[in-house]
């Protein structure tokens, strides 16, 4: 089984930046796709950020030209840098990893304070 591990999560004002980082272990063959989901309160989870083993990616509309999706493949780590947050980007945070099957992480909060 692949086991990921994310930090990061945390309370920051509005206006403020955040770092998310998700490292993968365990039964690793070949990892893929990496991303970020978030789920609000009584809202669906969510398409955050994606990028492929050669680092297209993706995001969603609310938050292009704020967030911006990395990783390091030799670590098989994804991260997830957020800036001028907004208190709708308040959420739990899932990181996903595709190797094979798909894992997810255990989720971190994210309170943004107005």
């Known amino acids: 089984q692949v086991q990921l591990v994310e930090s990061g999560g945390g309370l920051v004002q509005a206006g403020g930046s955040l770092r998310l980082s998700c490292a993968a272990s365990?039964?690793?063959?070949?990892?893929?796709?990496m991303g970020w989901y978030r789920q609000a309160p009584g809202k669906q989870r969510m398409l955050v950020a994606s990028i492929t083993r050669g680092g297209s990616t993706n995001y969603a509309d609310s938050v292009k030209g704020r967030f911006t999706i990395s990783r390091d493949n030799a670590k098989n780590t994804v991260y997830l840098q957020m800036n001028s947050l907004k208190p709708e980007d308040t959420a739990v945070y899932y990181c996903m990893v595709a190797s094979g099957g798909t894992s997810w992480g255990q989720g971190t909060q994210v309170t943004v304070s107005s």
């Open positions: 365990g039964r690793i063959f070949s990892v893929n796709t």
